[in-house]
């Protein structure tokens, strides 16, 4: 029988390398119930979690990705126990202080998008430090989204674009989609070409909701904290297999 580890290998040779998905997002979902399952704290899902973002993050990098998001704190999560926000923003602190080093030595630059302004003080400080600390790091970009909801930066993007018309920095009719995709958090970045969503739920909750307009949707039943190389390289090789047409008919996209 073969390894975990040989079937990762075939399943990465598998991978076209040039039609990689240069923006992969990924709704981390199911810490809870993983936990659960083993009679234990919903806390120790998250804990475990960890490891799956490591192994997301270097199957992104062997593959060429160059952006992975990750959904890491909505902003409907704040009204969950307050035990589980405060061990989810400790867990946060711990990992990125304790990641920093392997995110230098791998050329990982890490990035935040969401109302970061609300997370706790020490959550923001380690946060700014290690966003400078890997800011000229070019193989591939972590972006964690924190505090983050699609809404929440549907409807700031709006009040600065009303601002910029108010102060007549711009011209009403002037506006198209490359002016609101340049006032959202992920301003510069591409659009994702695949969302990936743990633990079997099939919705968005909320996330990247512009974004993800032509992404292509990928989900699986594995828990979060079970997440492995092998899932994201067949993740990539399902996005391979599809179709896409933008709107068009198939001939226009592959023409005979
Ligand atoms: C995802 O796992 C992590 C966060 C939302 C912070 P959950 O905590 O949602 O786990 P389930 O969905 O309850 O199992
Ligand atoms: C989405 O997961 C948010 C994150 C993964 C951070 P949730 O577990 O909060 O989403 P719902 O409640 O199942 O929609
Ligand atoms: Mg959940």
């Not at 029988?1 to 039609?19: F, G, N």
């Not at 659960?36 to 919903?42: A, L, M, V």
């Not at 700014?128 to 930066?153: F, G, H, M, Q, V």
């Not at 699986?220 to 068009?248: C, I, M, N, S």
Request: net charge negative.
């Amino acid at each position: 029988m073969e390894k975990a580890s040989d079937i990762t290998e075939v399943l990465k040779a598998r991978i076209d390398p040039d039609r990689v998905p240069r923006h992969i997002a990924i709704i981390m979902d199911g810490n809870g119930r993983w936990a659960e399952r083993q009679g234990e704290h919903r806390v120790v899902g998250h804990a475990n979690g960890v490891r799956s973002v490591r192994e997301a993050l270097v199957a992104c990098r062997e593959i060429g990705v160059e952006h992975l998001t990750l959904y890491a704190f909505s902003t409907e999560n704040w009204n969950r126990p307050k035990a589980e926000v405060d061990a989810l923003m400790d867990l946060l602190v711990k990992t990125v202080i304790g990641e920093l080093e392997e995110l230098n030595a791998n050329g990982v630059r890490l990035h935040t998008i969401g109302d970061t302004a609300s997370l706790p003080e020490s959550c923001r400080a380690t946060l700014l430090d290690a966003i400078a600390a890997t800011a000229k790091n070019d193989r591939i970009t972590i972006t964690l989204a924190l505090s983050y909801s699609s809404r929440w930066e549907l409807v700031r993007a709006a009040q600065r674009i009303a601002t910029d018309v108010k102060e007549g920095r711009l011209d009403p009719a002037a506006i198209t989609d490359e002016t609101f995709a340049a006032h959202l958090a992920t301003a510069g970045m591409p659009d994702p070409e695949l969302l990936i969503r743990t633990s079997g739920e099939q919705r968005i909750s909320n996330f990247l909701l512009w974004q993800i307009a032509y992404a292509e949707l990928w989900f699986t039943p594995v828990l979060w904290p079970d997440f492995r190389k092998d899932h994201l390289f067949q993740a990539v090789l399902d996005y391979q297999g599809r179709e896409r047409r933008f709107g068009l008919i198939s001939e226009q996209v592959t023409p005979a």
